[in-house]
């Protein structure tokens, strides 16, 4: 079947309509200014006295038929950000388009039409399932929800499900308890591709997974993407699994989205200080590296508290490029280059956004001790030659320009 005469039935309480799937290249998932802020409240009173900026204000879109990967440290509003575009939980700011409609404020009424197209495969999957229920009860669950009835029956297809997922259909009628993490995964991937989904959002799904266990997984994803037409947003801390599966990555730091960029740019070319620290702590599987002295960038301090995130760029107190403007002024979230946005004064492998303010604070100072000086110089140096080269291809298209103006002249 072409994908421009792709439809899909999508049942509702009062009868059956029919829905076009959004075509591959198309924006799926629009976010706009996303914030979740999570009420500190104290005393007999309960008066809120703080907020946690979980997540603070962050845009993205998400195109179908392809992966968007979530990277970041533990803290960092992944998660949360992960569970606001499901709807899990309510926004506390900004808005959540899917497939152009506005499903930001949407109560369980509402979005009960959209669970079909929206699913999320939960982090750990031990809590996720309901020991009490057999696997069969647990993937069947979105068909007796939504009051579909599928050819041959919900057994029939849940045993279909669990093929597909690489689990033997005969125990269909097993306990939770009796299978594996990875097996334990699998049957959370089944549940939320039952109905058939067009977005599906994976919370660190191989995380709490054995490393071997983990490779399986991954392929399972890529592989029902492939078959299914899937569209996945996969959060993880893992940089090696992301780049395997990944189209586009964003980077998050303390509730910001710092870099988002195509997957090859972004490990090419990190420009964002952050991304480079987290580049430089990925192992590189060489034994003829063995002895070679790796570049790690060690980061100064523990990540600040999001209760009272710093001003200006969140990332300045851990940062050895830090100057006054860092301090003062958030950086946007610019395209620097084709396929590749960045929210940095002084980022890497680019012209320097802020050339006027050269004097480091004293804690990039300090950060600056804990980064090896090959690594700086390398920086100094890549960032030079990126500038030349920028430089060089804007003086040629202007060139260019000129020399068709005056053709057609």
């Known amino acids: 079947m072409s994908d421009e005469k792709a439809v899909t039935k999508s049942a509702q309480a009062d009868g059956a309509t029919l829905t076009k799937d959004a075509a591959p290249g198309e924006t799926l998932l629009k976010v706009t200014g996303l914030k979740k802020h999570f009420p500190i409240k104290k005393g007999l009173l309960q008066r809120q006295v703080g907020a946690v900026h979980a997540v603070d204000g962050i845009d993205f879109e998400v195109r179908a038929g392809e992966t968007l990967g979530v990277v970041g440290e533990s803290g960092c509003g992944k998660s949360t950000m992960g569970r606001l575009i499901t709807r899990l939980l309510e926004p506390t700011g900004g808005k959540v388009e899917f497939e152009g409609k506005d499903i930001t404020h949407l109560g369980v009424a509402g979005m009960r039409p959209l669970r079909r197209d929206v699913q999320m495969i939960f982090q750990d999957p031990y809590s996720s399932l309901n020991p009490r229920h057999t696997i069969g009860t647990i993937i069947g669950a979105p068909f007796r929800l939504q009051g579909v009835e ?58 709490a997974l054995d490393v071997s266990i983990q490779a399986q997984v991954v392929n399972l994803l890529d592989d029902l993407q492939e078959e299914l037409g899937l569209t996945y947003v996969i959060i993880a801390h893992d940089l090696s699994v992301v780049r395997h599966v990944s189209d586009r990555i964003a980077v998050m730091y303390l509730g910001k989205i710092v870099e988002l960029a195509d997957r090859d740019l972004l490990y090419r070319t990190p420009m964002h200080p952050y991304t480079k620290a987290l580049m430089s702590a990925v192992p590189i599987p060489d034994p003829r590296r063995k002895n070679a002295k790796s570049e790690r960038i060690l980061l100064k301090g523990d990540v600040p508290s999001p209760i009272s995130p710093p001003s200006g760029c969140r990332f300045h107190t851990r940062c050895w490029k830090a100057t006054e403007i860092c301090r003062t002024t958030e950086p946007p979230l610019l395209e620097l280059r084709p396929g590749q946005q960045v929210a940095c004064h002084h980022p890497e492998n680019f012209a320097d956004q802020a050339p006027q303010d050269t004097v480091l604070l004293s804690a990039a100072k300090e950060a600056a001790e804990l980064v090896a000086d090959e690594v700086l110089a390398e920086s100094a140096a890549t960032s030079a030659a990126v500038a030349a080269e920028v430089a060089k291809e804007t003086t040629g298209t202007s060139e260019a320009a000129e020399a068709s103006d005056t053709t057609e002249k």
Do not use: M
Not at 163 to 185: A, C, D, I, K, T
């Open 150 to 207: 599928p050819e041959g029956g919900i057994k029939t297809e849940v045993q279909r499900l669990l093929s597909v997922v690489g689990l033997n259909p005969e125990h269909y009628n097993r306990y939770p308890h009796e299978f594996s993490g990875g097996q334990r995964q699998r049957i959370g991937i089944a549940r939320a591709l039952a109905l058939n989904p067009k977005l599906v959002v994976a919370d660190e799904p191989v995380s």
